[in-house]
């Protein structure tokens, strides 16, 4: 694939998934390397309604490597940048080396040009290193054909990065050696093993404050967090092979309960953080209330929440319960009436929600918590884009106007 | 002191005070006799400001157990109740048979009315149980003129009640034993130990949720909650030793860290209990971040904070720097213009806030957040109030109009 003549460079475009961890990733033990105190499990979401693509260009004239990250140059020197462009050249040169000589054309010790779009807001709140650094890394491992284990290299750019090499339900095994060899991400199950299974993200409006970025967040938890030692040691082992087995036996009653407790569990750390860390907004809170109640009122599980580092919720569910619980919450949670679509991405249904589900629930109502929905599923890993036209660097290697 | 005579009651009024925990209880091994999970330390609030008041009155012609609370009567065959009426009763009988026969007069098999109230709003989200069962076994125990070791029969109305036992710094050692035989009060320090510790009481606005009741939470957090077992037995322990040692040196410094970490962490529990139990309003995150940001300003750790099952926070801080403290709550939670006095109990002096630490604390402001505050300081245990025209039950054993 990859072109070969002296002045067009070699281009290749590829998109990378978002992905949602179940059993929750916080806390490094080698802020360097990025190795985690923990293993995780996460569910990759469907890129038609959430990715990140990338643009890498390689040429002989480009006189440096540059970045341009949602329309913006940004510096490439970023030490996390630096450790993924310095893994992937280090593979292509190892290949060289172990004898292919082929592979001298394909200009790893030329510069690149990368260019990177999300396509969900930032608003989203969404993890947006984790796919972009996915992204980065395999698309880098495209232009310069590199293959095999990629995600150690994607887990220096962002930790959770290493879960979006691959789709379905992933686990990212926290390794025990001291150089990070063997801390990487592993396919449970492929994203074809559950198709009932359906996301629901739920984009809170903000009105509160700033929150602590991830990576200074977990450092102060390490230090300071005694239930987060305990949480790592202890608590997580057990976790990741419970859910290991809900994922494969497909139990949703296991995977939800096991899903909601371990977002807990992860905030209860934030707030055994000295000082305190609180990602969990009133809506957040209003939203796990809603769904207990929900689910009470069923008798059983059918709704699950998970939170990340931000007051945004996730929720997982099967299908065919989707109307329904999309209603409740557009019901607790009155949007804005002149506002723009509710429910964005996967068509959903329309159904009338039950006085009797209502007023069992008997939360009171809080408009504009939340701002809109995206309906989506599990998907794929990271994948090349065939079609030209899709590049975001045009033929001198650099952005397009469009992006 | 008590009365004699065939038809008079022979009546005593005490008064008991508030006690705030800085290591938290939480989780009960043994339900009905409520032994803890684990230790506690508590602060004992002076009752110039807040008390429960108790009148007893036992007489010959009383045909039942009567109580009335805050003016209305209520349930005696309150397990509770029974529990305590029923400890103070074995400890008099246990004192006549050991063979004093003057104790035949004091009428403890007369049947008992009992009249109590608060002198705080219940609003105040006080732990009022606790007060108020102290108040009821001391008063008892004076009717009954028994003497010893009392706390443990406090416990048995209401866990943290014990603490209330006695003024100063109490702890509440778990005890090992089956029957709760050793799971006692004892004092750390008394009220005269640290004269320059004050106390504020931070009334938040109720808006949101009702909260779950501490003995229902509990429960579920003894049930669910992995990191309650872990603190509980792992974390409380050795955080003991280090509250008490910074009480007996007066460290201001080590004794308002551990008193804001181990509120976090009781609160990290609730959230690490499934369901999850939420007890620390937005109002309540705001106060955590007012403190810390404005210890950050000084350097130094002037000012704690310390919330129980619910959102309102009590402050611990040295007397040279409440005035400005209190102006800066005063800023960023400024109250109705209209209502009543912001401040209430011991005078606070009004000082300007700086501009430069109003900025430094940089938050925005919460307009009613706080309705008021309660200025206090460190208190003495139960008292007998001598002057019987303080007795709310008059000599026919009923409440008096005025309660």
Not at 126 to 134: K, N, R, V
């Amino acid at each position: 694939m990859p072109g070969d003549s002296m002045d067009k460079p070699n281009t290749v475009t590829c998109t990378a998934p978002v992905n949602i961890a179940v059993i929750k990733y916080w806390g490094k033990r080698n802020e360097e390397l990025i190795l985690p105190i923990n293993s995780s499990l996460s569910v990759t979401l469907h890129q038609d309604q959430l990715k990140t693509t990338t643009t890498v260009a390689t040429s002989r004239s480009f006189q440096e490597d540059r970045i341009w990250l949602n329309g913006k140059e940004e510096d490439i020197t970023h030490p996390r940048l630096q450790s993924c462009l310095r893994e992937i050249r280090r593979l292509a040169r190892k290949r060289r080396n172990d004898g292919d000589p082929a592979l001298d054309s394909m200009g790893f010790s030329h510069k690149v040009h990368i260019c990177s779009i999300n396509d969900f807001p930032t608003a989203a709140g969404l993890a947006s290193s984790a796919a972009g650094f996915a992204c980065l890394v395999y698309t880098l491992s495209r232009v310069f054909d590199v293959e095999g284990e990629l995600s150690g290299i994607a887990r220096q750019g962002s930790g959770s990065a290493c879960r979006s090499m691959y789709g379905g339900f992933v686990q990212w095994i926290m390794g025990q050696k001291d150089d990070g060899k063997d801390s990487l991400a592993q396919q449970v199950a492929p994203e074809t093993h559950w198709p009932e299974l359906r996301v629901l993200v739920l984009v809170v409006s903000f009105a509160e404050r700033k929150p602590v970025g991830s990576t200074s967040g977990m450092q102060t938890s390490v230090q300071t967090s005694r239930l987060l030692k305990h949480r790592a040691e202890s608590v997580v082992p057990g976790r990741m092979v419970k859910m290991i087995e809900a994922v494969q036996r497909k139990d949703f009653t296991a995977f939800a309960e096991l899903t909601m407790k371990d977002s807990n569990q992860f905030h209860a750390t934030c707030l055994d953080t000295y000082p305190p860390i609180f990602y969990l907004s009133s809506v957040s809170q209003q939203v796990i209330n809603l769904v207990h109640r929900y689910n009470r009122h069923y008798g059983e599980t059918r709704v699950a929440y998970t939170f990340d580092a931000g007051p945004n919720a996730v929720i997982y569910m099967l299908q065919q319960h989707v109307p329904e619980f999309v209603q409740a919450v557009q019901h607790f949670f009155p949007p804005e009436s002149n506002g723009g679509q509710f429910v964005k991405g996967l068509p959903v249904n329309h159904v009338a929600l039950s006085e009797e589900l209502r007023r069992s629930i008997g939360l009171e109502p809080l408009p504009k918590g939340i701002s809109y929905v995206i309906s989506t599923k599990v998907g794929p890993g990271p994948c090349v884009v065939e079609d030209p036209t899709q590049h975001l660097l045009g033929s001198d290697g650099l952005p397009k106007e469009t992006v």
